[in-house]
């Protein structure tokens, strides 16, 4: 049984698409996360969310938005994708902050 | 500017070799985790430090936190081919709502 599971894992879109990505964790914690991994491996936050709090990074643009219909779902809904956009993008789910993280296997984003 | 650089970046080394791999931040951090990342998957967690000078052992892994801690490492003993993997540490500071990742070591065991 997979704890944490994105879809699609594979994103090929032109640019100036809207896309969404979709994540579910069965784990039955109460944080979810969103990451942006770059070409180089570098693992930066994107969101942090629990049910009660939505912390955004500051460097990310306001065509990404998090949502989240219940405490197991956070999607990630992207409007008008740029070349920048092209990137491995990671959920991960945790019982509370500063606990372990699962991560999902990650859905590769490229951006024609 | 990273706030946790790791080194090296990268590192290949024979099977039964050991490595160290170093964690180095300016910052204190309330807890430290390492992660492994193999291609086409996400990270998995390997351990989570909490004391200063905490040393934890995960079969020929072994992890140490600084006593300021600032810093973190991870030695491999007798390195095997499925060692191979992309070793990320990550940290939280003091009351921070989320953890901050290094910029990892890409380790290559060659049999």
């Known amino acids: 049984d997979t704890a944490v599971s994105q879809t699609p894992k594979y994103l090929v879109t032109q640019m100036g698409n809207d896309k969404s990505i979709k994540c579910e964790q069965n784990l039955g914690h109460d944080t979810m996360y969103w990451y942006k991994q770059d070409s180089k491996k570098f693992l930066k936050i994107m969101f942090s969310y629990n049910n009660k709090e939505l912390i955004i990074n500051e460097t990310v643009p306001n065509r990404f938005s998090p949502k989240s219909p219940d405490k197991a779902h956070l999607n990630l809904h992207i409007n008008s994708l740029e070349l920048g956009d092209s990137a491995v993008y990671f959920c991960?789910?945790?019982?509370?902050?500063?606990?372990?993280?699962?991560f999902g296997d990650g859905t590769r984003l490229s951006i024609l | 500017t990273q706030l946790l650089e790791q080194s090296p970046q990268f590192l290949s080394i024979q099977e039964g070799e050991n490595l160290t791999v170093y964690c180095n931040s300016s910052?204190?951090?309330?807890?430290l985790q390492w992660y492994r990342q193999e291609p086409g998957e996400g990270p998995v967690l390997l351990v989570t430090?909490?004391?200063?000078?905490e040393v934890k052992k995960l079969k020929r892994l072994t992890f140490q936190f600084g006593d300021a801690r600032k810093d973190s490492s991870l030695h491999i003993t007798a390195a095997q081919p499925g060692d191979t993997g992309l070793y990320l540490c990550a940290g939280q500071t003091g009351s921070a709502r989320q953890l901050t990742f290094g910029s990892g070591t890409q380790l290559t065991v060659l049999p």
């Open positions: 991960a789910s945790s019982q509370e902050w500063s606990s372990p993280q699962h």
């Open positions: 430090v909490v004391t200063g000078g």
């Open positions: 910052s204190v951090f309330s807890s």
